[in-house]
């Protein structure tokens, strides 16, 4: 097959995803890699060319990779995630509005374009925590205890933010991984609490949890996702979102996001209708594959490395 990565400037020198083309390309597929932000592309001509089988973005929020993905699936092409969805899931307001419309455990949502306009709160919803609309991989979030307290939260040249009642929980986040219906969860140490004890590391999936994450690809139409779950006291409350994470911790993760990227381009892609339909499934998972070999057939194969091209 015939692929192409879009890969954001903050992951040109990432393992994630260009192991994962690496691991392609030694299986025998041809790969290129296209830096969106720094290579002169003539952009019309290489979209509607056609020659690829799918197109993968690892991107970053704001980055122009999303761009050209949404380009490429608007002449028909298959795309890794659905660009549709991995928009819906960057920008963390949407996102809040699609998970409550369709029953998700996810709190409550506050927007505002500086932290201490969050100060209308009801006082009952404190403590708070705020975070860039945009953000990613923890970056930004922030616990405010009370009203008074706004103020310190202020971080210039953030653009819109977005504020959820804090869930108390043991100083750790549940991170589950999806690979194309196959679940791997792993303990982690919370954002909030970066000096807490927590041994990090791969854990049982709750049945509960599961169903959840199952539940988000039904919705947002994703195949390669992560959710952030913190167990509360009234069970799990997903608190973020991610199209392609970093899988970390996840047994064999590359060889597995490989086959997992062959198997959606052959099939042109999810079938999953996700926000622009109502879903018609949730997958069901009756027993979790956590931590379970699940390696791709083509991992076997001793085709020779030809590299991988550079766009």
């Known amino acids: 097959m015939k692929l192409c990565f879009l890969v954001e400037e903050l992951y040109r020198h990432d393992g994630m995803p260009l192991d994962v083309a690496r691991r392609l390309s030694s299986w025998g597929h041809q790969v290129d890699v296209v830096r969106p932000g720094g290579s002169l592309l003539r952009i019309s001509e290489e979209v509607r060319a056609g020659t690829h089988d799918a197109w993968v973005l690892k991107t970053v929020s704001g980055g122009p990779g999303l761009t050209l993905l949404e380009a490429a699936a608007a002449v028909g092409l298959t795309t890794v995630n659905d660009a549709r969805s991995i928009r819906a899931v960057r920008d963390k307001v949407l996102t809040s509005v699609i998970a409550r ?41 922030r616990f405010v205890p009370e009203p ?25 986040d549940l991170k589950v991984y999806c690979l194309a219906g196959e679940f791997h969860a792993t303990l982690r140490r919370s954002p909030l609490h970066p000096d807490g004890p927590v041994e990090e590391g791969a854990v049982p999936l709750p049945v509960e949890v599961a169903a959840a994450a199952a539940k988000v690809g039904a919705v947002f139409g994703l195949d390669l996702y992560g959710i952030d779950v913190v167990l509360g006291p009234d069970g799990p409350v997903i608190v973020d979102i991610n199209d392609f994470p970093s899988f970390r911790q996840v047994p064999d993760a590359v060889s597995r996001l490989a086959g997992a990227v062959l198997d959606l381009a052959r099939a042109g892609g999810s079938a999953r209708t996700g926000v622009l339909a109502p879903a018609s499934r949730i997958p069901s998972q009756s027993l979790i594959p956590y931590g379970q070999p699940h390696p791709h057939p083509e991992a076997d194969m001793l085709a020779a490395v030809p590299g991988v091209a550079q766009i």
Do not use: M, W
């Not at 500086?114 to 953000?135: I, N, S, Y």
């Open 148 to 172: 008074g307290r706004l103020a310190e939260a202020e971080q210039a040249g953030e653009g819109q933010l977005i504020a959820q009642p804090y869930v108390p929980n043991p100083g750790s």
């Open 101 to 141: 419309q369709h029953g998700l455990p996810v709190p409550v949502t506050y927007s505002a374009p500086r932290a201490t306009l969050f100060a209308d709160v009801p006082d009952e919803l404190f403590p708070l925590v705020v975070k860039p609309a945009d953000g990613s991989s923890g970056r930004g979030v």
